[in-house]
């Protein structure tokens, strides 16, 4: 079958929607399916399979927004495709895959983090607004088949903002790489890491990981952190450009030793592996891969209850689960809770994310392209 693949951006090295395109291109195509990559941006070809840039006019991100939209699907028919599934948002997809739930809703949300003024600015805005837009039409078009989200939050986001009928939405679950997010068997090697952070003679190693620290709660996890002479160390591993703004949070709670701010790095895997557990309070979170690769690390994680994440958890997990991270006094309590029982919660993280591998994935994303393919006859 021929199956063409929508997305705003293609990067064969890029990592988040980027990665989930180029994993799902390769299931279709050892499974036999001829596949084609739309996108508006291409930073780079695809040895593996061929890629096609949708040209849109220089007039402003919402009307190139809204021309992609109109435009990506009917070009891809108009070269036999006889699937369209979508990463990026278009009106005429036959499957559409939604990696964060309605717009409107994270518009919403938006206000956990941002000032009054900035949550209505977003609201307000043209890019925005085009977005809530194009989004109403594609799930409300009748050539809409199935639609793909990450997590039961999403899928449910996505039944209440578009009344889908019944089946439309199912949920499917990233996979995570075992091989190579695994704990570290080598005691020594492990040491070794952490002697490198800095942090080699601490008790406890919590790990933060993502770009964007306020929607991901990284004010609230630094306000419920222990004090330094607990001998728990933070590491914030991810970009943002108001850094410096949360280094003096962490100063002005007297954390400057306690708190370490590493950047961006391309060795996640490896400091997962000497890590004790991931902390991920997000304000707003469809799913969290970085948490099921903690937990294949064998590192425990605790996430918000506005995290799509916290639906994998295993029971010994569950009581990690914070079910509002703006209350700083239960975040604190489950930190506590966390530093104390990591240790024995090792293997329960690993056996668990064990579950959830690409294999899994692809079974069942195949069988709802197969679903979709029947549909159209």
Known sequence: MRL??????????????????????GILSRAGHQVTIYAAEVRAPSPAWMVKRVATPPLGRAFRLLWFARSAGAIA??????????????????VLRSGGGAHSSYLRAARRWRSAAGAAAMRLAPYHRVQIAVEAAGFRNPRLRRAIAVSNLVRDDLNAAFKLAPGVAATIY?????????PEPDSAARREIRRRLGVADCGFVALFVGNGFARKGLGYLIEAWPPANSNARLVVVGADRKTNDYRTLARRRGLERTVAFL?????VEILMRSADALALPSLFEPFGNVAVEAMASGAPALVSGWCGAAEVMPPELR????????????LAAKLRGLIEQAPTLRA?????????????HGRELLALIEEAAAMRR
């Open 4 to 25: 063409a693949l929508i997305s705003r951006r293609f990067d064969p090295a890029g990592g988040g929607t980027e990665r989930d395109l180029n994993v799902t291109a």
């Open 77 to 94: 028919r108009r070269d036999g495709a006889e699937i369209v599934l979508s990463f990026a948002r278009i009106i005429d997809a036959d």
């Open 174 to 182: 990233n996979g995570v790489e075992l091989d190579r997010f695994h």
């Open 263 to 267: 950047g961006p790095r391309n060795d």
């Open 319 to 330: 009581r990690f689960v914070v079910g509002n991270p703006l209350d700083s006094s239960e």
């Open 348 to 360: 329960a993280a690993r056996a668990a994310a064990e579950a959830y591998t690409w294999k899994r």
